[in-house]
C-alpha cells in the first residue's frame, strides 16, 4: 500500500516574495518530542530561512511549539536545527548563494513515506514590486479566463 506524503507546514508567503530557480529535499535534525509535536501540526515556517556555515546547512527561525505531553527536556521552539543533505548539494547551495540576491527558503515541511520529517529547500531569487504585480494580474488573467470556460460550458 502506497501512503502519501502529509504535510505539516507550508510557507506560502515565499512563493509571494520570491521566485524559485530550484528546489531540494532535505532531512531534519530533530529531538523525539519535536517530532511528537510536527504529527500535532505544531510548525511555523514564516520568516524562515537557511545559511550555510562551516560545511553544514543550518534553518533558523524556524519555530515548533513545545510537545504539550512533553516535560522539562523540550527543546527550545526557536532553536537552530541542521539538515541533511549530501555534500554535493551542500556545494551547489553555497554557489548558488554566493550570487548576489539569493537566498535559501524552506516551501514546505512534510512527512514522507517512511514517516522521516522532510523540508523542501529552496534556491530563490527575490522578487521586485513590479514582478509582484506581473503575477498577481497573470492570477486574475487566469481566473477570468477559467470563469469564462466554465460559463460557457454550463450552457
Known amino acids: 500500500m502506497r501512503r502519501e506524503e502529509k504535510q505539516i507546514a507550508r510557507n506560502r508567503k515565499a512563493l509571494h516574495d520570491y521566485e524559485v530557480l530550484r528546489t531540494y529535499e532535505a532531512g531534519i535534525e530533530l529531538t523525539g518530542t519535536e517530532v511528537c509535536s510536527l504529527r500535532e501540526g505544531n510548525c511555523q515556517l514564516t520568516d524562515c530561512f537557511a545559511l550555510v556555515r562551516k560545511g553544514e546547512v543550518w534553518l533558523m527561525n524556524l519555530h515548533i511549539h513545545p510537545y504539550s505531553h512533553g516535560n522539562l527536556a523540550n527543546p527550545d521552539p526557536d532553536r537552530n536545527r541542521k539538515l541533511l543533505l549530501h555534500k554535493s548539494e551542500i556545494r551547489s547551495l553555497q554557489e548558488a548563494v ?10 514546505r515541511m512534510y512527512f514522507a513515506k517512511n514517516n522521516l520529517v522532510k523540508v523542501e529547500l ?20 487566469q481566473r477570468d479566463i477559467a470563469r469564462a470556460l466554465k460559463d460557457r460550458t454550463r450552457n
Do not use: F, N, S, T
Open 122 to 141: 529552496a534556491v530563490c531569487r527575490g522578487k521586485k514590486l513590479y514582478d509582484k504585480r506581473q503575477d498577481i494580474a497573470r492570477k486574475d488573467a
Open 98 to 107: 554566493r550570487e548576489r540576491g539569493m537566498a535559501l527558503v524552506p516551501l
